[in-house]
Nanobody, 121 residues
């Protein structure tokens, strides 16, 4: 079993910053891609930022220049630094990891439980 646990969400004023963290634990042989998704009320879940095991990143256009994704492979952690937050960034943020649980095993997707980010004055 693999568990992902997010932390760092909360209430912040427009223009403020938050840092989300996600820790993966359990039966992990290796982790390929990791990413942050978000889902606002009444909207579909969307990819916010992704990062490969080699450190290549991609972002949804609406957060480029404001959010930064990073990871610590030794600790099986991924982070999302969010700056210049806007009310439209309000959502539940989910961490996802593409995990191989054993040598020659298949890639499996695991999700965290989500953390609420609310941007409001």
């Amino acid at each position: 079993q693999v568990q992902l646990v997010e932390s760092g969400g909360g209430l912040v004023q427009p223009g403020g910053s938050l840092r989300l963290s996600c820790a993966a634990s359990g039966s992990i042989f290796s982790i390929n891609a990791m990413g942050w998704y978000r889902q606002a009320p009444g909207k579909q879940r969307e990819l916010v930022a992704g990062i490969t095991s080699g450190g290549s990143t991609n972002y949804v256009d609406s957060v480029k220049g404001r959010f930064t994704i990073s990871r610590d492979n030794a600790k099986n952690m991924v982070y999302l630094e969010m700056n210049s937050l806007k009310p439209e960034d309000t959502a539940v943020y989910y961490c996802k990891a593409v995990v191989i649980v054993r040598l020659w095993g298949n890639e499996l997707d695991y999700w965290g439980q989500g953390t609420q980010v609310t941007v409001s004055s």
